[in-house]
T-cell receptor, first 114, second 112 residues
Framework: DSGVTQTPKHLITATGQRVTLRCSPRSGDLSVYWYQQSLDQGLQFLIQYYNGEERAKGNILERFSAQQFPDLHSELNLSSLELGDSALYFC?????????????FGEGSRLTVL | QKEVEQDPGPLSVPEGAIVSLNCTYSNSAFQYFMWYRQYSRKGPELLMYTYSSGNKEDGRFTAQVDKSSKYISLFIRDSQPSDSATYLCAMSALENNNDMRFGAGTRLTVKP
């Protein structure tokens, strides 16, 4: 158990809808990362938050947004969903934004867009 | 061309075999190299971490980095059925996790 909790584990929705994925990092970790994993693209970095502030953006679509709350949990909002957004969404955390290598991943939220 | 190339497999070996997993990359600035293991329906977990070129051994696992060839490897000795998982290579140029680039992952099955 990595200590990172993600909800929901599975989500099925329709095109055009909006969903929110939730992540609780490991106790004490200040950095939260969101990744998208699809069969053909592998793990793609979306966005990072550190202690409530956005630190880095990767390949995150404008239809997607995220935030990290004062209690350090994070939410990833996906709107105007398209079929291609179907994927596994992982949250990961680390203690420090400059700590290289060890990210602690949750078990992921599997999103299916029909 | 992707920054990090990894053969997705699948790779199937008998128990006890030596497994070799590889990644190539194009960005010569990468200097931090990781291997993550991902079991089915789980998130990836860090298996090995190396900095720059050279070898690192941890039990049955050995990670090798050849920066001159832009090639990294993970060797698993005496493979066990419990090693069946997807192995993802990852690398970074900066001492910063948000710079990390992952390979697509190689699915390994070790048959008893």
């Amino acid at each position: 158990d990595s200590g990172v909790t993600q909800t929901p584990k599975h989500l099925i929705t329709a095109t055009g809808q909006r969903v929110t994925l939730r992540c609780s990092p490991r106790s004490g970790d200040l950095s939260v990362y969101w990744y998208q994993q699809s069969l053909d693209q592998g793990l793609q970095f979306l966005i990072q938050y550190y202690n409530g502030e956005e630190r880095a953006k990767g390949n995150i679509l404008e239809r997607f947004s995220a935030q990290q709350f004062p209690d350090l949990h994070s939410e990833l909002n996906l709107s105007s969903l398209e079929l291609g957004d179907s994927a596994l969404y992982f949250c990961a955390s680390s203690l420090d934004r400059l700590q290289t290598g060890e990210l602690f991943f949750g078990e992921g939220s599997r999103l299916t867009v029909l | 061309q992707k920054e990090v190339e990894q053969d997705p497999g699948p790779l199937s070996v008998p128990e006890g075999a030596i497994v070799s997993l590889n990644c190539t990359y194009s960005n010569s600035a990468f200097q931090y190299f990781m291997w993550y293991r991902q079991y089915s329906r789980k998130g990836p977990e860090l298996l090995m971490y190396t900095y720059s070129s050279g070898n690192k051994e941890d039990g049955r696992f050995t990670a090798q980095v050849d920066k001159s060839s832009k090639y990294i490897s993970l060797f698993i000795r005496d493979s066990q059925p419990s090693d069946s998982a997807t192995y993802l290579c990852a690398m970074s140029a900066l001492e910063n996790n948000n710079d990390m680039r992952f390979g697509a992952g190689t699915r390994l099955t070790v048959k008893p």
